[in-house]
Nanobody, 118 residues
Framework: QVQLVESGGGFVQPGGSLTLACAAS??????????MGWYRQAPGKQREMVAT???????SYADSVKGRFTISRDNAKNTVYLQTNSLKPEDTAVYYC??????????WGQGTQVTVSS
């Protein structure tokens, strides 16, 4: 019922940048979620948190991406973004958007592939 659609992934060389977008279904505002975030999963590895943004705007980042990634929210567009800069090969993964509903039920997008390679 609540749908999240990711976009913006692609193939980039080390040092490049990508902007990932997570658009929530228009039937619900992103401001109604307790929190939203970006997670990633590389082949053979567990899914890990990359960045989160709480309803009131507080943000958190994994140590591995601090200073390089920025999570933001555009309420008018009902979209959460992840700006990725200075990408490294180890950033290669499928990136998933996540939302925590007011009921604390998690919702996941289908993911967008980010590949960093020379």
């Amino acid at each position: 019922q609540v749908q999240l659609v990711e976009s913006g992934g692609g193939f980039v060389q080390p040092g490049g940048s990508l902007t990932l977008a997570c658009a929530a279904s228009r039937s619900i505002s992103v401001t109604s979620f307790n929190a939203m975030g970006w997670y990633r999963q590389a082949p053979g590895k567990q899914r890990e948190m990359v960045a989160t943004i709480a309803r009131l705007g507080m943000t958190s980042y994994a140590d591995s991406v601090k200073g390089r990634f920025t999570i933001s929210r555009d309420n008018a567009k009902n979209t959460v973004y992840l700006q990725t800069n200075s990408l490294k090969p180890e950033d290669t993964a499928v990136y998933y958007c996540n939302a925590i509903l007011a009921s604390n039920i998690p919702v996941w997008g289908q993911g967008t592939q980010v590949t960093v390679s020379s």
